[in-house]
């Protein structure tokens, strides 16, 4: 796929802004900067497009409101610059978009709703409605109240995780580099296979600034992620604040991460990404084979074992008998409900449960594989 091909079809449009952008030359956070972020959405905006903006820049902002020069290490002392900056930062962005006619909407996020079926959906609906009102959503981490359990540690993994809850066409990643650079220094115009992106994160060499986190290394986990999920990510220099215009005049800038498998359907993606299994169901050779190779929806016949406490439509893993994890699903069926009819036929469920909702215990369409597993051909 070319680029030209990519932006011809981006609609939905991912932005991720770092820290670095938002600060001037001595570090310290740059209203102007913001300035400058926010005309090259606007000219999208203006273009017809939908954008979500994943900003960060809370916290730098409220070290500078407190006279902070290097990032606090106390958890305690970091979520209060967070608290201190996220409003004053949401002001500058709505102070802008509101004289130009357009409103903003804050949306603050945790890893766990990613986990929950029920949450996951929610944020996305949000996202749906506040796009079709033709408001911009600003996203950040919930910095405030994040712990290590459910936070998502940079920006960079939670703009791969909006883009793919929100089913976007394209994220593009303005960093204070123009891109994934060569041996030569030189930065890299495209990047379309797996292998080739793994060879790349070995020239990746970490240096963190005072008031950022994340850098090179996580941005090539999310393009891993993104590209597996058939979404495209752009690298680019964001400190040029004609970026966006020139990379959607068809400019050869940046680097073009081209997905390497097509996009998934948004309960697949959950399921490969977010989800959080409930329970696990082992499935005997036949039904193995039925699943994995031809393409069979999963029934209550081919179930040996089951593990876990689960109800109707949570995420489950399925395993073969060697206990390799081939592939996830939303079951039909609770854990209770599959004790009393696993072994037995489709057509012996009314009779057991006193009901039959489902023919299936796992439907295709809710079902995904991981082909990645080893094990995947085992029998």
């Not at 802004?17 to 310290?28: N, Q």
């Not at 006619?101 to 766990?112: N, V």
């Not at 115009?189 to 060879?199: H, K, N, P, R, T």
Request: charged residues 30%; positive net charge; proline residues 2%.
């Amino acid at each position: 796929m070319k680029r030209i091909d990519i932006l011809k079809k981006t609609n939905r449009i991912v932005i991720k802004i770092g820290s670095s952008i938002l600060c001037d030359s001595k570090g310290g956070f740059s209203r102007d900067a913001v300035i400058g972020v926010c005309k090259e959405i606007l000219f999208l905006l203006k273009e017809k497009k939908e954008v979500i903006l994943v900003s960060s820049g809370a916290i730098a902002c409220g070290m500078d409101m407190i006279h902070v020069t290097k990032r606090p290490k106390e958890l305690p002392l970091l979520q209060a610059c967070a608290a201190i900056g996220q409003g004053k930062l949401m002001k500058v962005y709505e102070d802008f978009f509101v004289k130009k006619k357009y409103h903003t909407a804050q949306i603050l996020l945790t890893q766990d709703i990613f986990y929950d079926r029920g949450r996951y959906l929610n944020t996305r609906n949000t996202f749906n409605a506040l796009l079709e009102l033709g408001v911009l959503p600003i996203v950040n981490e919930n910095d405030t109240v994040v712990t290590d359990e459910i936070r998502f540690g940079d920006n960079d993994r939670l703009s791969s995780a909006v883009a793919q809850i929100t089913g976007a066409d394209l994220l593009i990643n303005l960093s204070n580099v123009g891109g994934m650079l060569d041996f030569q220094k030189k930065v890299i115009s495209e990047i379309g296979s797996e292998s080739e992106l793994d060879s790349l994160k070995n020239m990746v060499f970490e240096s963190k600034a005072e008031k950022t986190v994340g850098g090179m290394k996580s941005k090539l986990d999310a393009a891993k992620i993104l590209m597996s999920s058939g979404i495209p990510m752009i690298i680019a220099d964001g400190k040029d604040f004609s970026i966006l215009r020139k990379i959607f005049d068809g400019k050869n800038i940046g680097t073009l991460f081209i997905p390497f498998k097509q996009k998934a359907s948004f309960t697949k993606t959950w399921l490969i990404y977010s989800a959080s299994p409930k329970g696990k169901l082992i499935l005997d050779s036949g039904a193995f084979d039925a699943v994995q190779h031809k393409g069979k929806s999963l029934l209550s016949g081919g179930i040996s074992a089951l593990e876990g406490h689960f109800k109707a439509g949570d995420a489950v893993r399925v395993m073969n008998e060697k206990g390799y994890e081939f592939a996830r699903g939303l079951t039909n069926y609770s854990r209770e409900e599959l004790d009393k009819i696993r072994g037995r036929k489709s057509a012996e469920i009314e009779g057991v449960l006193g009901y039959k909702f489902y023919d299936e215990v796992i439907h295709r369409d809710n079902l995904v594989l991981l082909k990645d597993r080893a094990g995947e051909h085992d029998h």
